[in-house]
Each structure stands twice: as structure tokens, then as C-alpha cells.
């Protein structure tokens, strides 16, 4: 199990066993003779806990399975992605209370759920990608506003942008820069990709990850050398690889 995706698991298995002491607590409760508290309403509380994490417990099995196998399985993604939706919160809370920087929690969170996006079984173009790239790709010295249309870029070779959207044009995907989240979602409502390659950092992939909904996301961590928020970086091989995973070439 790669070393990323194992720091993310953990942190499901910590909140898992969380959830797990505080049904015990339930129980203890219901069976204290002096207890003032209704012991059906408590007793039907600990009943759905119980089912509940039985179902985030095999949730959290089905992913361990697939990475040890690695290869992800239809029905294994299934049962997981209710497990990773309930139990992200928890898993990056109890992680930074252990110590674990929240940054290495969320880039394992996205190696996970580009692990299991890659399973998608459906036969996505090129046509219906949409790469979502974050404004600050563009060198902060340029004059020209690519937010609102990107080919308004001059392809100087100051940043990635014009070789980006070569790349985009190459594979004919859609290409956008949007400034923030309310923006992103504009951009996703209005194309309605069948799939997302989004460059961002950390937190704002992992989030825009969860807001996505239906449509799968494959994230591709940029690269910060001049701090976060200016001047940004990113592989362009990384983002080829993800249409490529997207379209299972």
C-alpha cells in the first residue's frame, strides 16, 4: 500500500473506531440500571449506529482491498465512496489532533480518490474533460485576463497556460481558469463536463473534489515554488497522464 494512500486510510480506521467507542458508550448507557433517558429511544440510536458503521466499516475494507490489489473493482468503489463521503471531516480532524500535517492528509485524500476515479467504467471522450486550472498558473506580471477567456493568453512562456492549453487543444478537451470555487461551479454548471482534470493545491482540490458530485475528478497537485497563491507550477505530463487515465488509454 502506497505510502500516501496508507496516511489517509489511517485516518479513516481513527475515525471509524471513534464512532465505534461512542456506540459503546450508547450501550453502556442503556444497560445502567439508574439510567433517566427513554432506553428504546437509545436503544434505537445504538440499532442504526451499529448499521451504520458495519457499512463504513466494510467501506473502508473495500478500499484497503483494492490498493493492495491495485486494481479497483466496480462494486468495491461503491461500497467505499459512502465510507470516504461520511468519514473525510473526522479523518482530517483526528489527524491533525495526532499530529499529521493537514497538507499529507488531504494529498493522501486525493491520491485515493484518483486511485478509485481511475475504475470508472465509462467510455469518457476527450471531448467531455474539462481541465479546471487555478488563476494563479499565470505569471502575475501578465497584463491579460485569461479567467475569462483563456485564449486571450499570449503563449509567451512566462507559465504553463499557453502550453496547457495546447495540450487541451491537442486532445480536444475544455480548458478554463476559474479564481475560485463559486467560479469552478459557474464553469461546471455551464459546461456540464462528464469529467474533471482540476489543478490545484491541496485544500482546493480535496474540496472541489467533495462539491463535484456525480461527476468524477482526477486532481493533479500544482507546485508552489514561490510560496502559495503566485506563480504556480504544474506538470504538464501529469495532467496528460490524468486525460489519459480518464479515457483509459
Do not use: W
Request: some cysteine.
Amino acid at each position: 500500500m502506497e505510502t500516501k494512500k496508507r496516511i489517509y486510510v489511517g485516518m479513516l480506521g481513527v475515525s471509524l473506531l471513534f464512532l465505534v467507542l461512542s456506540i459503546a458508550l450508547i450501550l453502556y448507557l442503556i444497560n445502567n440500571a439508574q439510567l433517566l433517558v427513554n432506553q428504546f429511544l437509545l436503544t434505537l440510536i445504538a440499532s442504526l449506529g451499529i448499521i451504520i458503521l458495519i457499512m463504513l466499516a466494510i467501506g473502508i475494507a473495500a478500499i484497503v482491498i483494492m490498493i493492495i490489489r491495485g486494481k479497483p473493482s466496480p462494486i468495491l468503489t461503491l461500497l467505499s465512496r459512502f465510507s470516504n463521503e461520511v468519514l473525510f471531516p473526522p479523518a482530517v480532524f483526528f489527524g491533525k489532533a495526532l499530529g499529521v500535517e493537514r497538507e499529507k492528509i488531504l494529498a493522501s485524500f486525493i491520491a485515493v480518490n484518483n486511485f478509485l476515479v481511475s475504475n470508472n467504467n465509462d467510455v469518457i471522450q476527450p471531448e467531455g474533460i474539462l481541465i479546471l486550472l487555478p488563476h494563479c498558473i499565470q505569471n502575475s506580471d501578465c497584463p491579460h485576463k485569461i479567467n475569462v477567456n483563456i485564449d486571450n493568453c499570449r503563449s509567451c512562456g512566462k507559465c504553463k497556460i499557453g502550453e496547457l492549453k495546447e495540450l487541451a487543444e491537442q486532445y480536444g478537451a475544455h480548458i478554463k481558469v476559474a479564481t475560485g470555487g463559486t467560479l469552478a461551479r459557474k464553469i461546471i454548471r455551464e459546461i456540464r463536463p462528464r469529467a474533471i482534470v482540476a489543478v490545484a493545491c491541496e485544500r482546493d482540490l480535496s474540496s472541489g473534489i467533495q462539491d463535484s458530485g456525480p461527476v468524477p475528478v482526477i486532481g493533479v497537485l500544482n507546485c508552489r515554488p514561490n510560496g502559495p497563491c503566485v506563480n504556480t507550477d504544474v506538470s504538464l505530463e501529469a495532467v496528460e497522464q490524468a486525460i489519459n487515465t480518464i479515457c483509459h488509454r
